[in-house]
């Protein structure tokens, strides 16, 4: 398939370019270049999405608080949030990508080929 390959949803039947990571919500599964992944708890599927929606920008910290619960609360939300994200980083490397932290800042979706900002993360995904 092409770069910009056309492909369905295989949730919805929906038609998505396939260098575009997709998460349904209903579902709670991602789909990336044809390659599916099961995104549980629902929590870490809802901050896939809201990566992948804002790709390739930064998702900062309290709007992904906002995006999964509605609110933020730094004290107590900041450690859940590095927790989730964990546990996106481990479901999403089947589909090839990687989830950089940007310090200070929040956190970013990275595709195949795109350069990580941080050489933390270069070390991480390597």
Not at 6 to 19: E, F, K, L, R
Not at 83 to 111: D, F, N, W
Request: hydrophobic residues 45%; proline residues 6%.
């Amino acid at each position: 398939m092409g770069k910009n390959a056309i492909s369905a949803c295989p949730c919805c039947g929906q038609q998505i370019a396939s260098d575009r990571l997709l998460v349904d919500l209903n579902t709670n599964i991602a789909v990336y270049q044809n390659k599916e992944v099961e995104i549980r708890p629902p929590q870490v599927a809802v901050l896939v999405h809201a990566l992948a929606q804002a790709w390739p920008k930064t998702v900062t910290h309290i709007d992904l608080g906002y995006a999964i619960w509605g609110l933020f609360e730094p004290e107590l939300m900041l450690s859940s949030i590095r927790v989730h994200v964990s546990m996106a980083r481990k479901i999403i490397c089947r589909l090839g990508l990687v989830i950089e932290a940007i310090e200070g800042r929040g956190y970013r979706l990275v595709l195949p080929g795109q350069p990580l900002a941080t050489a933390f993360a270069r070390q991480e995904a390597g």
